[in-house]
């Protein structure tokens, strides 16, 4: 069985731009993941093919789910990677979105299928969305980061650029591989603060979104995950008021993010604040029918 499996193929894409994003390592706070699932369903998306896991996951660390038909037969969902097309007459560009587990093998091979697969629908940009933890409070606007192979896409976009060096995922290896055959790229990141990891973060997917709006020229309409960004930091606000310890945890991190020249602080360790904090809003997820 070929990895690519096509359910039809998209005819007619104008100038499409392939975004990718992908769970695991390179999705703190479900992030990027949400962003593109977000982008998807308020355009109208549509999958056109997908990636065959067999050779990619390891199925113990990334599992199949088993669901119910009609509450009685049992299926098998696979973490497949998922491709829709995504028309939108009024852009200038349509649309390609990619979404899925970040897989366990194989990496070249499965990024040297991304890259083949663009290079077939004319794909004229890629870009990755991501997120990472960071030493940021939830209080500030989010930071969102970038590279780009062009660099007057980073000047365009007003982004910080990234200086990292170090261990890289599923992203950037496919940003090699675009490189590789002088494919654009640009690749988005958020900061999300590393204190309250563990619960999605709809504010840092709102500012991917609208980085990736400028970048590509479509415009999305947020207003639900606007929406979930305001609930979600009056949530974080109402767990902060309740410890002492995460408010001063929070106001040492403000004060370092309005003074970018300041010394370095020493922080206290975050780890059982994180683990208050994060009993806290699943408590008012559960009792607070709002949430």
């Given at each position: 069985?070929?990895?690519?499996?096509?359910?039809?193929?998209?005819?007619?894409?104008?100038?499409?731009?392939?975004?990718?994003?992908?769970?695991?390592?390179?999705?703190?706070?479900?992030?990027?993941?949400?962003?593109?699932?977000?982008?998807?369903?308020?355009?109208?998306?549509?999958?056109?093919?997908?990636?065959?896991?067999?050779?990619?996951?390891?199925?113990?660390?990334?599992?199949?789910?088993?669901?119910?038909?009609?509450?009685?037969?049992?299926?098998?969902?696979?973490?497949?990677?998922?491709?829709?097309?995504?028309?939108?007459?009024?852009?200038?560009?349509?649309?390609?979105?990619?979404?899925?587990?970040?897989?366990?093998?194989?990496?070249?091979?499965?990024?040297?299928?991304?890259?083949?697969?663009?290079?077939?629908?004319?794909?004229?940009?890629?870009?990755?969305l991501g997120a990472l933890l960071a030493d940021v409070p939830h209080t500030r606007p989010v930071s969102v980061t970038g590279f780009a192979s062009e660099p007057s896409l980073v000047q365009r976009l007003a982004l910080s650029q990234s200086s990292y060096e170090g261990p890289t995922g599923i992203i950037g290896v496919l940003h090699d591989a675009c490189t590789r055959v002088s494919m654009p790229s640009a690749s988005l990141w958020a900061a999300v603060p590393h204190y309250i990891s563990a619960a999605p973060n709809?504010?840092?997917?709102?500012?991917?979104?609208?980085?990736?709006?400028?970048?590509?020229?479509?415009?999305?309409?947020?207003?639900?995950?606007?929406?979930?960004?305001?609930?979600?930091?009056?949530?974080?606000?109402?767990?902060?008021?309740?410890?002492?310890?995460?408010?001063?945890?929070?106001?040492?991190?403000?004060?370092?993010?309005?003074?970018?020249?300041?010394?370095?602080?020493?922080?206290?360790?975050?780890?059982?604040?994180?683990?208050?904090?994060?009993?806290?809003?699943?408590?008012?997820?559960?009792?607070?029918?709002?949430?």
């Open positions: 069985m070929q990895p690519l499996q096509w359910n039809y193929r998209p005819d007619g894409l104008r100038a499409p731009a392939l975004v990718c994003a992908f769970k695991g390592w390179n999705d703190a706070g479900d992030a990027a993941s949400a962003a593109v699932s977000f982008v998807g369903e308020s355009l109208g998306a549509r999958q056109f093919a997908s990636i065959d896991p067999e050779d990619f996951y390891d199925f113990q660390s990334v599992r199949p789910q088993i669901k119910l038909v009609e509450g009685q037969a049992r299926s098998i969902e696979w973490p497949e990677v998922k491709l829709y097309e995504v028309r939108v007459p009024r852009a200038p560009r349509d649309l390609v979105l990619l979404a899925g587990f970040e897989p366990s093998y194989r990496w070249r091979t499965f990024t040297g299928l991304v890259v083949e697969l663009a290079e077939v629908i004319g794909v004229q940009l890629v870009v990755t709809p504010k840092a997917a709102l500012a991917l979104i609208r980085k990736l709006e400028g970048l590509v020229g479509v415009a999305v309409d947020a207003g639900d995950l606007e929406g979930a960004a305001a609930d979600y930091e009056r949530q974080v606000n109402a767990a902060i008021q309740h410890d002492p310890d995460i408010q001063a945890f929070v106001e040492k991190l403000e004060a370092a993010a309005g003074d970018e020249e300041s010394d370095a602080f020493e922080l206290p360790s975050g780890d059982s604040i994180a683990r208050d904090l994060q009993r806290f809003l699943r408590q008012r997820g559960e009792d607070d029918p709002k949430t």
